[in-house]
Every structure is written in structure tokens, then in C-alpha cells.
């Protein structure tokens, strides 16, 4: 058997990035990936329409973090994009974040400047100092009925939950503008990829200290592996403790079902990406990956994505009782030697993008002493 410095579970943002690092530092690293393709989530291909599209859902990288901004440009060539979103309510489309833009279209006001929104913000919301739950979060920015027009129905389709029943912090995510500016993000990178991220994970384990091992779950091969140095598992926490603590209540994840339909014409709507917030229909969002990029065809490819219960776990479901499931685990791996749980599933909490690779990388150079941890490598590109 090869020599194995470094095991990593799971081929996505954190592994690639472990694994690069330790690559770098002369580790022999093994990567076990259930999946038929690396690059976890962010995957993408080229459709039967010519299109680059994401298997798993739109991903648009943004940070304001310098050192994850020049780490991901040693693999791939970037280009700017503004993100921005769409809802349809109340047979309007009105952009959101919710800005002047967004009242004016559906109460018909006349805001002209930061000043009257605020006050229109004040007249209309609910002071709650400190919310207790995301239902109380969102009272207190907008107030009750922007709150059951764009939040209420849409958090019960995404989560299965009212915001009544999850944790402050996942609708305190969500901006207000006073102005505007109808960008979904505001940090001061935004940009997308040229020809796609699986580019920039095939340039990040483009090494000989890499082997990557697809279509192998390993919890069927884990045996056949010992001896190396340390372990680090991305995959949801509670499947590595063979759910032992989620018997009686177990740990939430939410999934997505992607449905994804050819339109034969050169675009289906305005806009990449376009909410529906109301119970009208069952989907969250049809997203139109056509816009990214400025592509060209014939024809359009959009995803209608219906977020459910079962399937690939993609998001955990943060409430009061979730968390006390999880840090039954959490205080588990704390008592392992050399094993490291990393990512957005293992920590069962929510990582942007940006916020995923600082995370991987904040790991790895705590672990690693300056000397060893050397700087970026320039991939080809």
C-alpha cells in the first residue's frame, strides 16, 4: 500500500484545500470521495445545451477576506459579477435585498432618499431588541407585512420551518438597504471564474503528493486504511459517529431537488436568478445559468430547485434543538487524536464560500508551524 501522510474525506472546498496545503509541504494525501466528481457542491459541466451549469446550485463567490482572495486566484483566472436577485410578489419583480426599489414597487410609496426609507423602515417595523428566533429578526428590520410577503412562506420552503422556529441568526444574514443599491452582496470582491470551478479544484490537485479516489464511500474502505499522520472528515458529522446520538432526534439537514428543464428560445427571464417567495408554487427559485458569463445558444437551460427533506445533505437546520444534538458530537470529536472535522456538514453550521476556504485554510496554519506552512503555490492555469 502507498504511503499516506494525510486522509481526507470529501473532494469539496475544504478537502481540496487541506489537501493542496499539505501537498505543498511534501504530505502524501489521499482523497475519498463518495461522489463520481471532485469539487463537492461548487461542480460544474457543460450541459446538452452548451451551457456551463451548476449541478448543486448557483454559487457566487464574494468575500472582503484579502488572503482568500489571493489564495483562489493562484488557481484560475477571475472575472467581476455583481450578483443579483429577483422576486416575483404580488405578480412584481422587485429586487432583493429588499432597498427603496423594493417599497416603492410594492406599496407604491415615492421614496426618494436614504432618510425617507429609514423612516419608512421605522414606521414599519417591530423594535425587538434582541430577537430570540428568525421570525423576531426580521420583524425587527421590516416589520409584519414585508415579512409575510418576501420572508415568512419563502423560509418555510427553504428550511420546513417558519422563522418562528429557527435561530435569530439565519434571517439576521439578510440586509436591508436604505438606498439603491440592488446588488445581493456587498464585500468588496465579487466575481465568478472563468470556464467554471471544477477548473480551479482540478488546478488545486494537480499534484503528485495528491491521489484522488472517486465513487468510494469510506466508511466501506476505512479499514483498509491506517497509519497516516491525521484525518480530516467534511462529510455530515453524524454519519462518522454512526448516528449514535440522533437515534431518538435526529440531527436536520435540508436537501435540494434540482429540476432542470431546456427552453427552446434564447432566455427564459430577465435575470440569473429569480425568487418566488409565495406559496403559488413549490420551488424556492429557477435559476438561469445562461447568465452567467454572458454565454450564447439557442437555448436556455433553467433549474427549478425544491428544497426537501431527504437526499444528499446540503444545509443544517440551525435551531435550539439541532444545536444541542450536535455538540453531543461536537464534544466527541474533541476527545480524537489526529482527527480534524471541517466544513459546513462536520461543523453542522452554515460557511459561505469565502467563508468555507478561511476556514479550511485558518485549520491547516494552525496545525502547520510557519516554517512548514508554506506560502501558495502558482498553479498552472
Known sequence: MKQIDILIVGAGISGAV???????????VLIIEKRDHIAGNCYDYLDANGILVSKYGAHLFH????????????????????????????????????????????????????DQMQRWLDSNRIAIEQPSNGEEAVLSKVGPVLYDKMFKHYTKKQWDKYPSELDAAVLNRIPVRT?????????????????????????????????????????????????????FYTGPVDRFFDFKHSLSEKLEYRSINFVSETIDQAFFQENSVVNYPGQEVAFTRIVEYKHFGNQVTDKTTIVKEFTVDEGEPYYPVPNAKNQAIYERYQREAEQLKDIYFVGRLANYKYFNMDQAFKNALDLFYSLETPIQAVEPRLASV
Open 179 to 231: 438606498n439603491y443599491d440592488d446588488r445581493y452582496f456587498s464585500d468588496k470582491y465579487q466575481a465568478l471564474p472563468q470556464g467554471g470551478y471544477t477548473k480551479i479544484f482540478e488546478n488545486m490537485l494537480d499534484h503528485p503528493n495528491i491521489e484522488v479516489l472517486l465513487n468510494t464511500d469510506y466508511f466501506e474502505v476505512k479499514d483498509q486504511y491506517t497509519g497516516y499522520e491525521k484525518l
Open 18 to 28: 487541506l489537501a493542496e496545503r499539505y501537498a505543498a509541504i511534501g504530505k502524501k
Open 63 to 114: 468575500t472582503d477576506d484579502e488572503q482568500v482572495w489571493e489564495y483562489v486566484n493562484q488557481f484560475n483566472d477571475w472575472y467581476p459579477w455583481e450578483h443579483k436577485v429577483i422576486a416575483r410578489v404580488d405578480d412584481k419583480s422587485v429586487p432583493i435585498p429588499v432597498n427603496i426599489t423594493t417599497v416603492n414597487t410594492l406599496f407604491n410609496e415615492k421614496i426618494e432618499n436614504e
